[in-house]
């Protein structure tokens, strides 16, 4: 006889034919938030509800475990142009912090974090709208409206004016190696990603860099430099399989994405641990919004492995996912 | 001369034609996470940055604004099914605490608030799939999955048990009051939302109620119940045009959201707050993801409105929001 | 050996540890369109694609398997405003060519059914925004506007003009009654969802009929009246039991959707035939993105049923639904 | 006095505060689908509905226009996988039939393209859920699911085989050339899309061509190659530069629309037409989902473009689209 407590004073046979299911079947927590809550209880009380809070919270753990395995590589895939919202400093501090060992990302990622590093700032443009300006305003003042952000043309002006100087040192050197030069010509004290991946020895990868407003000036002011892409795919390979055990987290999918994929899928070791943070949705096809679970048939995820897929902006996410690791450490 | 300081040892001249666009243009702010981080500073912070992480902070300045205007009736437009999810106590205390002044809900809310309230519980089902069980299977064992949360059909057994016994006082009455007299049968150590809107007189509507299982058992138990929906409908309106200010918060869309809305329409003071938390989008016409821009040409949100609409599960935003006007509070 | 020949002349040994599972793997078919193509064609050809091509005509062929078996009671779940979206005359055809039985819906879609079946129009609205003209310059207008679709206020007078007119023969009437009355009065070449159904004598559910603009008016001009939605529920749940065979077809979710699942939830019959067109997705937990096969736990859907989900605006899958329907009705 | 007439019989008085929105309203047509309804009848029908059956209609048109303005560059952004779900026939003939000038595309359709054009096939694989199969079986088995397609690791070693036996001209051709030399290796039969861009002289560019399969086969087969993609990114400016019109096309975003963009923002002529087809929205700030009006502000598009954007799963739109064009050609 299957007699299931479900609460105090509430028991009741429950049919249920499958003795495996009701194991391991644990009930929903109602959050409470009191005045002594802080951001790794409120987590780990929503590891317990359901929807994408309790796959926040999930993503929360996995990347704590993630950073406590001391065997594991964490790659980390960020699509994307977080930087103009305000996610610099965040992203700094998860390389700072030991959270990233390899950095795969956007141009524009590194464009508007060399922007920052030099001192320009984007600028809160939702007022732009009830103000009556439009499109053709921002165009007529040179201004690059990235959804609520501006980016002055100015801006490009100064990121000439820097890689017009730059002493290439290897026209054909990889796009990574670059990035470590281009991240050592930055002020120690900017914050900024380029900087602190270069002083830490992260590998940046950007497999589509002619793909961003930095690698144009590049091009324009550098006609001889053929920087080599191939070397750094092979690379990233490498470091796939050397890896004892290997972590990814994605942050939007994008080309990030798909190349730590391809890079773990023909690994004898697929990833253990799988988050991504995405408004994709699985059911167009696109590899971003693909589940974490399609990629164990790729042989990219493990089927044991802890995984986790969160449906949020990233600039809600990433914060508190930040913030939990902080906290969580200083506990330890 | 336009002289505009970027930042300290940046200046440029900016071609700036529009000076109102000039003057109203601030920096994007690079989020630090400190030690010292609390959840009011970090949306304070948030504030100044982009995308839907500055949405939700105006969002939570917003819900903060309208708590604090003596003048404000606070509706609150609450869709889906929330409580399986875990936040029933959340929503308990945005009651408790005076957050909310009107409640317009979905059926699905109720009847999930009434199992928990009657000591039954959901269950976390997101290792159903893991385990190598299927929604066959789920069927098999009478648990209803909603996405990875169970409800065994037993609850309902406990719902038509409760709703035989009722002593509904009259067959005409109106579906709000008849949910306050439902209130009212319930324990009051509950924390369910019935109960604290019964105890505190905050009105409940809810407009489809009939499309939910807590209606299918008053009318399979009780056949000479014509709850009146006409009243309530009216009733709704007359709250709306006696509000000297109103404010407005959705979580999802659907009924409620219109509901409310359509109250607003006559009345001489459209809402002065808006907000809306949703994953709803406008592009394919429908009103749950319409923007509260929209509203403004209909007069249900006024032209100076202030208003943020977050594309975020509700899951994430609403403990979030909750948090931050808790912590606000205290700071007062 | 498993040898397995995947196209002329590539002939190779595929590690095929499951039998079962190669057996009923087929090509994707590469899609050709010529001069000759036709609807069904196109239809019958995108049924061996992938993504929600393959969905979309899955969804035809599940539609017309349905309109072809005599024993299937065809639910159609109608949320959303698709009358002002130019679905009007679609819709009608669905129901003069005998595609539904019972229709579902939301107070918005009878409210613009009327207003067009009483001479007034929508108005495209896709230039408004061109033209510098804001929601505020639309207010003063009095144009409502529903996406890049517009409705000006004098269409409620005209409404208002109307229902103060009618002679409701009982104020205690079911909805539905009240629906084909309703329906009866309007001119019988007007191409109206509530006219067609009246005639064809095809019951019309709104349970939320009080969210709507016509309730309002209804309300406001006829005070007495208190519409039976509780009969209307068990009306419903008679329908779902007596039928031999269901079948469902949700355009969008909301409260049609959950009103046709909660009556066919507790019905020996669960849907043997499922579509649902939609944006909603089911990661967010509410019922409206959720999948069909989630439904199949709570025997709302049969496990045996043929099912397909299409994450398509309606406007676009609607029209290419009724024209593959028609076209293959006219080749039998 | 200002009269409008809305239809026949239904004169009212409108107050319009302003006369250039009432000059610019139209009526929505309500769609009417007859046994002569074809699809140039039913785009132009739908022209005149709303939301996105009318942005299609819009897309169509201004792709028409494009064909038929000799002066215009088609620039054409082909994000995701499409050739898996079906579509590398359509997008042949899109470019056999002149509707493209110029591709850029991801890694992931070439590699695709050439496993059909060597003779292999991507498998349906929506009915392995249905038999039981999970992501762990398909991974015993070796294949690869992209949502409901299904392809076998052997396509790899086809691909290997093709690809290691190349004699590759140039170690640092550029990838364009590269894509050239490959699609005039391939089979003129094939409908391959590399191949009809080599045999009509069409330029593909792949700005994260090591971002793919295809291109880690030829890292491990030839580990000199250094495709340059410098030049390339020049030349494709150059392109955009030297276009007295330009028009764009985007099939999802990514990498090839953020290319594409990049290239117009600097030059003299910005898009006079735009197209998007995507299920991308613009509230996460990405530029995958980003508006075609946001792309005004950094003269990527010009202010008097045309242009729609689409919220469609591609599969969906480009096969619809591309059936209007031919017809239409056929009626010129």
């Given at each position: 006889m299957n007699l299931?407590?479900?609460?105090?004073?509430?028991?009741?046979?429950?049919?249920?034919?499958?003795?495996?299911?009701?194991?391991?079947?644990?009930?929903?927590?109602?959050?409470?938030?009191?005045?002594?809550?802080?951001?790794v209880e409120l987590i780990d009380s929503l590891k317990n509800s359901g929807f994408n809070a309790k796959r926040l919270a999930l993503a929360c753990e996995i990347y704590n475990e993630m950073v406590n395995d001391k065997d594991c590589i964490k790659f980390f895939g960020l699509a994307g142009a977080l930087?103009?919202?305000?996610?610099?400093?965040?992203?700094?501090?998860?390389i700072k912090e030991g959270y990233i060992d390899v950095l795969v990302t956007t141009g524009a990622n590194l464009t508007h974090d060399l922007a920052e590093a030099l001192g320009y700032h984007h600028l809160q443009g939702d007022q732009i709208d009830a103000k009556g300006f439009n499109d053709s305003d921002l165009y007529k003042s040179e201004m690059n409206r990235i959804y609520d952000v501006l980016m002055p043309n100015k801006v490009y002006e100064g990121i000439e004016d820097f890689v017009s100087n730059l002493k290439i040192p290897d026209n054909e050197?990889?796009?990574?190696?670059?990035?470590?030069?281009?991240g050592n010509q930055l002020p120690n004290n900017s914050e900024s990603i380029l900087n602190i991946c270069a002083k830490k020895d992260i590998p940046i990868f950007c497999p589509a860099f002619t793909d961003s407003g930095l690698a144009l000036q590049i091009g324009f002011n550098?006609?001889?430099?053929?920087?080599?892409?191939?070397?750094?795919?092979?690379?990233?390979v490498d470091l796939a399989w050397d890896a004892k055990k290997a972590g990814v987290c994605f942050i939007g999918g994008g080309v990030p994405k798909n190349y730590i994929m391809?890079?773990?899928?023909?690994?004898?070791?697929?990833?253990?641990?799988?988050?991504?943070?995405?408004?994709?949705?699985?059911?167009?096809?696109g590899l971003s919004g693909a589940t974490?679970?399609?990629?164990?048939?790729?042989?990219?995820?493990?089927?044991?492995a802890k995984y986790s897929t969160v449906i949020s902006d990233a600039t809600v996410a990433l914060p508190l996912i930040f913030w939990f690791l902080k906290e969580s450490k200083k506990k330890n």
């Open positions: 299931w407590i479900l609460s105090e004073g509430v028991n009741y046979e429950l049919k249920m034919t499958h003795k495996d299911l009701k194991e391991n079947l644990k009930e929903v927590h109602q959050l409470k938030i009191t005045n002594e809550t802080n951001i930087v103009p919202a305000g996610m610099q400093k965040i992203l700094h501090d998860f050197m990889t796009v990574s190696s670059f990035l470590q030069f281009l550098h006609q001889q430099v053929n920087l080599n892409h191939f070397k750094d795919m092979l690379k990233m391809q890079s773990l899928q023909f690994c004898p070791t697929s990833a253990s641990y799988a988050i991504q943070i995405t408004m994709d949705r699985p059911e167009s096809g974490l679970k399609e990629a164990i048939s790729w042989g990219k995820v493990n089927e044991k």
